[in-house]
């Protein structure tokens, strides 16, 4: 199982965003994985089963996204740092999305 997993949620359309390019990074640069989210809009699987501890990104590319809706994108992609501490089993990054905001949290 992947250490970190996402979701994303289209809050203008009140449905998951299936089919958003989803990539985690270190803050370096250095990709370390790539995904499209699911019909659920979730990416179960994103990355290695472990990441040494340290500060990671992950990138959400919205732009394609909201063009594929027409829609316009206000934020073409959203970029969420969060911090990988030792002996956490896991880090979900939801996004709530809208073409001209966007909410994220540390899900569970």
């Not at 990074?25 to 990441?51: H, Q």
């Not at 829609?71 to 990988?84: D, K, L, R």
């Amino acid at each position: 199982m992947s250490l970190v997993s996402a979701h994303v949620l289209d809050a203008s359309a009140g449905a998951p965003a299936a089919g958003v390019e989803v990539r985690l990074s270190t803050t370096e640069g250095r990709e370390l994985a790539t995904a499209v989210t699911d019909a659920d809009g979730r990416v179960t699987e994103l990355g290695p089963a472990t990441l040494p501890a340290g500060t990671y990104r992950v990138l959400f590319a919205t732009g394609r996204y909201l063009a594929d809706r027409n829609q316009s994108a206000f934020y073409p992609q959203i970029e969420v740092s969060f911090t990988v501490t030792e002996g956490e089993p896991h880090y979900h990054i939801p996004l709530l999305l809208s073409p001209y905001s966007y909410t994220t949290y540390r899900g569970s």
